[in-house]
């Protein structure tokens, strides 16, 4: 069982907890990568349907987390940039579309915080759920 409150708590732990968290998600896990100098980690997750060079992912470090769609592809990431403004009614927090990612960033995080973990990974797992319903189709007919 994974002992979400537990007070030798890392973020390398706090990110296999979220995949574990996400088991429950229709999303497939894709992998995990640490970020540079260490400062964090990146949960990547595959979105529907595939397309080379576009992926979902989770994003970790101490003080904040963010859930996005990566987009490699400049044509790609033009086309869908300029539907942010029908998706954003799907959203709280206003999306960013900005270094070929369109997401949100929770910034003054504590991810150490076991009072605020839950919800930090209930907000992590909703948004990476709502960007991927909302982009699937217009994935699906990019050329």
């Not at 595959?46 to 994003?59: D, Q, S, T």
């Not at 033009?78 to 949100?104: D, S, V």
Request: proline share 2%; glycine share 4%; hydrophobic share 40%.
């Amino acid at each position: 069982m994974v002992n979400f409150f537990s007070k030798d708590y890392d973020l390398e732990q706090y990110t296999e907890d979220f995949k574990v968290f996400m088991e429950k998600s229709h999303l497939k896990f894709w992998k995990i990568s640490p970020m540079d100098a260490g400062a964090g980690f990146y949960i990547g997750y595959e979105i529907r349907p595939r397309k080379r060079g576009i992926w979902l992912y989770a994003m970790v470090t101490t003080d904040k987390i963010a859930a996005a769609l990566r987009v490699t592809n400049e044509k790609y990431f033009e086309a869908l940039k300029a539907q942010a403004a029908n998706i954003q009614p799907y959203f709280q927090e206003t999306l960013e579309c900005e270094y070929n990612r369109i997401g949100i960033t929770k910034d003054n995080i504590d991810s150490m915080d076991s009072d605020d973990r839950i919800e930090q990974f209930y907000f992590l797992r909703k948004t990476l759920e709502t960007l991927d319903l909302t982009f699937r189709d217009r994935i699906e007919n990019l050329d």
